[in-house]
């Protein structure tokens, strides 16, 4: 029986740069809610309410661009690396018609996005030409991943975040410049430009890579991944991202019922949850790629362990960053808004987003883990479950009928993503176990 290597180093040395672009991502986000807080605190309600909807497309667009990694990684793992760049301009293609569909369906719906949720006119009304705005941004956000995927496929994803970090000061830049005499909107106009910037710069370096010609950037009838193959892994991915994002927007719609002040706070933990869960992204994006180039080589063994590995140092970082958010729960509170009433509320409640971080952290590296084995489908039902039944409808019980506000919701939160988790985990241990086995008796 062939003993398998171990992945520690591997996943660490990928998933370092590919979490801190994915902490790039939501980097912008923050700054944008942090300088919107305290510069014009009044306009984080029309914030909050303009990133919902347009973060459903972007959240489901990322999904199905996500064959883009997967296929490119086993392209290599296939001894097939002009395969990568038939994957790269392939999802480029995707890219762009999902990013210029998206924007065109937000346009057209306007302010019934948050009317036909019970928004009062007097919210909405501010609040739609933020996602308006917003809206625009969705392509060039999409263009930029592809390219990110795969660069991560690869294994030089230092490129990607580096051009991500300078988009964040670009977006620094355009909010302070902005904010202070246009407020929300001036926030959602920087991050158009910082995106941009993003997009152009990141496929000039891919398209001016030194050897780009071996993975078959610029080559012209490479064999490699078709449309049908990217969008077997990617229309998966899509549903499931679209389905967990949407669950959450329709979380922050229940809270902009609740009234503007309960919007506003969850907004903010909303943010601080996404800005750890990053980190879990990146180890996700690093487990994928391995457990992808350990497939495409017929090694599920290796596979398996690659996908453990993942799993384990995604708790190990999730536990971290809980005690750290809890440590300095009153810091980050008065860091996010002026709002002394809105702070203290925020500080009261990081103990409940810290018990969130693990299990969310869990769940999407398993997922990312199955998907790269080609068990596309499991995840995606078991996100629907977890967070299109589980979370809103206990969202709303606790929040709106049980009165318990942001808290609610937060716990409704928790427990969605230990259903998801609990399930995703025992599905890995199954088809790893079940792998394993039939490798060591064809061994």
Not at 143 to 152: H, M, N, P, R, S
Not at 351 to 368: K, N, Y
Not at 435 to 443: D, I, M, Q, R, V
Request: with cysteine; charged share 10%.
């Amino acid at each position: 029986m062939a003993v398998s290597r171990p992945y520690v180093a591997d996943l660490l040395r990928l998933a370092g740069p590919v979490a801190l672009a994915r902490l790039g991502i939501i980097g912008m986000a923050i700054a944008d809610v942090v300088i919107v807080g305290q510069l014009a605190p009044d306009e984080l309600p029309h914030q909050a309410l303009g990133w919902a909807p347009t973060g459903v497309f972007l959240v489901a667009g990322i999904g199905l661009l996500q064959g883009v990694q997967v296929l490119a990684a086993r392209a290599l793992g296939e001894k097939n690396p002009e395969g990568a760049g038939v994957a790269l301009r392939r999802g480029l293609v995707l890219a762009l018609a999902a990013g210029l569909f998206s924007a065109a369906l937000l346009w057209a719906l306007g302010s019934r996005v948050f009317t036909s949720f019970g928004i009062e006119q007097s919210l909405a009304a501010p609040s739609t030409p933020v996602m308006m705005v917003l809206a625009v941004s969705v392509p060039l956000h999409l263009l930029y991943v592809a390219g990110a995927f795969f660069l991560e496929a690869i294994k030089k994803p230092g490129i990607s975040t580096a051009v991500m970090w300078i988009a964040n000061l670009v977006n620094l830049g355009l909010n302070l410049l902005w904010v202070p005499e246009h407020g929300a909107i001036g926030s959602a106009w920087a991050t158009v430009c910082a995106r941009v910037f993003l997009a152009g710069a990141l496929l000039l370096w891919i398209f001016l890579l030194r050897d780009g010609a071996a993975f078959g950037v610029r080559a012209r009838g490479a064999a490699g991944p078709s449309y049908a193959a990217l969008l077997g892994v990617g229309v998966a991915a899509a549903v499931s991202q679209a389905v967990e994002a949407g669950a959450f927007s329709a979380m922050t719609m229940i809270a902009g019922r609740l009234g503007e002040h309960i919007v506003a706070a969850y907004q903010i933990l909303l943010n601080l949850m996404a800005f750890v869960f990053m980190i879990a992204l990146g180890l996700s994006a690093a487990t994928a790629v391995l457990v992808s180039e350990a497939w495409g080589r017929k090694a599920p063994h290796d596979a398996a362990r690659a996908g453990w590995t993942g799993i384990a140092l995604s708790a190990i970082a999730m536990i971290l960053a809980a005690v750290v958010i809890v440590l300095f729960s009153a810091e980050i509170g008065r860091a996010y808004t002026a709002d002394a009433t809105l702070a203290a509320l925020i500080a009261s409640l990081m103990w409940l987003c810290a018990l969130v971080l693990h299990p969310d952290g869990a769940q999407v590296v398993t997922a990312s883990a199955l998907r790269a084995r080609g068990d596309n489908w499991f995840p995606t039902w078991s996100h629907i479950f977890a967070y299109a039944v589980v979370m809103p409808v206990l969202g709303y019980w606790l929040a709106e009928r049980q009165g318990m506000g942001v808290a609610g919701l937060i716990w409704a939160i928790f427990w969605a993503s230990i259903a998801s988790a609990l399930v995703l985990l025992l599905r890995w241990w199954v088809l790893s176990k079940s792998a394993s086995g039939a490798h060591s008796n064809a061994a």
